[in-house]
Each structure stands twice: as structure tokens, then as C-alpha cells.
Nanobody, 119 residues
Framework: QVQLVESGGGLVQAGGSLRLSCVTS????????MAWFHQAPDQQPELVAA???????NYGDSVKARFTLSRDNAKNTLDLQMDSLKPEDSGTYYCNVTVDLGDYEERWWGQGTQVTVSS
């Protein structure tokens, strides 16, 4: 079982910054991908940013040039630096990992951390 613990959410004014962190219970190289998802109220979760085992990073269109994803291989953490925050960035942010088990994949989610951006 994979455990993911997120932290770093909070209340910030528009234009401000927050840094989210996700600590994993396993070596980050055991995951096919690691990612952050954003879920706004009454919406489906959408991808914010993801990194593959080899280190390739992809960002969602709405956060490009504002958010930066980083992985600390020694600490088994996945961080999301969020700058120039907008009210529409508000919501719950979830850490997600995919484990490749050969015939199938498992996806694990953290409990989420709340971000509120005031206008």
C-alpha cells in the first residue's frame, strides 16, 4: 500500500505563492508517474503537472509558466511551487502516483490539501 501525505495548502491573495509538498512511503523510482491534480468545487480533478520515472515533466495548459514541479529523489517527495496564483486555482490539490505492475496499473491518491486564492 502506498501512502501519500500532502501539505502546504492555505489561503493566499491573488498574485501570491504557495508550495505544496507530497511525501511518499516508497522510493519515488518505484512509480511510473507522479502528479498533482486540482479539483475545483463540483468539478472533476484535472491534471496540474506530472513527472515520469525518467524525469519528463508535463504541465496543464492553465498553469504553464506559473507552476513548477520538482521531485526530490532522496527525500521521496514531490513538490509543486505555485506562483502568480489566481482565484480559479482555488480548490483541493491531490498528489497521485501510478504503479506499473506489469499486467495492470495501480493509482494511489493522497488525502488532498486545500488551496484558497482570494481576489
Amino acid at each position: 500500500q502506498v501512502q501519500l501525505v500532502e501539505s502546504g495548502g492555505g489561503l493566499v491573495q491573488a498574485g501570491g505563492s504557495l508550495r505544496l509538498s507530497c511525501v511518499t512511503s516508497q522510493d519515488v523510482f518505484s512509480f511510473k508517474t507522479m502528479a498533482w491534480f486540482h479539483q475545483a468545487p463540483d468539478q472533476q480533478p484535472e491534471l496540474v503537472a506530472a513527472i515520469t520515472r525518467r524525469g519528463k515533466i508535463n504541465y496543464g495548459d492553465s498553469v504553464k509558466a506559473r507552476f513548477t514541479l520538482s521531485r526530490d529523489n532522496a527525500k521521496n517527495t514531490l513538490d509543486l511551487q505555485m506562483d502568480s496564483l489566481k482565484p480559479e486555482d482555488s480548490g483541493t490539490y491531490y498528489c497521485n502516483v501510478t504503479v506499473d505492475l506489469g499486467d495492470y496499473e495501480e493509482r494511489w491518491w493522497g488525502q488532498g490539501t486545500q488551496v484558497t486564492v482570494s481576489s
